[in-house]
């Protein structure tokens, strides 16, 4: 007598590269997709706060010269170097907006045109980035985003009509036949009233919602902005009421900020991965029970993309690795 044996089907390697915090520096965007190119990875996750902080006017002078006023000091250029300069501004995340004198002088006086014109630029600039997605990656890798707690809510809808990006807030995601990811780019409250903040009760009311789509929640990625309370993936200069650092023998005093709610949430479903960002300083990996996390922290104003690549096999997790140039 004889027997067949059905052959089991291997399980493939999944390869997944995680970003954050980038806030509008387009240098560490283009490295961020030409990293996923370069690693071949089947899906490239950028976390949230895509967006800049702010314009800089380049201002057209009757001269035909151009001025502005960057990283403390004011320059002049003409036309052969303005290139390069907007090239710089945006390099640590600011917003270069040429303009003339006339428009300029109109800013000056009504912030509510500083407003429209940054609200302008900040949406024209995310179409940008993400029109460069067919261009730098193929098209075995999905692009992920997740809307952060500085992405004003309007970069959504740019986000929801682009093809080549998946917004992935509230969404469930196959990462492969086995793997789901939940994203949510809400954070607890802080001191800077961001526009996705929200009390801990509230967050965690939103993350349990997010989380009953899921099939199976201990093999789940959860991509959550804000990173587990009093790990080491979340402290933060401690400020004082004047958002000033406060600084005890010689030292910025640090103190733990994360999201008490996404703690919570880890500790009670044990989901496979946790992918999170928001507090810069905090870069590094842990467990939390069975769960992998991960923060790869921020250096966005020095345009140097900080991620970290993670390969797996079913639950086992055969590369940990954090990329930084």
Known sequence: MSFLFKKKKEERVTRILFATDMHGSEGVWRKFLNASAMLKVDVAICGGDLTGKMIVPVVERKNGKYTYYHLKKTHTVDQSELEKAT???????????????SEYEEMTKNPKKVDEVFHKVMLSTIKDWLDLIPQKVSNETRVV???GNDDRFPVDEVVNNHKHVINGEGKVIEVDEKHEMVSCGWVNPSPWKTAREEEEEKLEERLEKYISQLKNVESAIFNFHAPPYQTKLDEAPLLDKDLNLVIRSGSVVMVPVGSKAVRKMIEKYQPFLGLHGHIHESSGSMKIGKTYCV????EYAEGILRAFLIEFKGNEISRLQRIEG
Do not use: L, M, R, W
């Open 87 to 101: 090239k710089d501004i945006k390099g640590i995340g600011y917003y270069p907006y040429i303009t003339n004198e």
């Open 145 to 147: 985003v997740c809307p």
């Open 295 to 298: 923060n790869p922290g921020s």
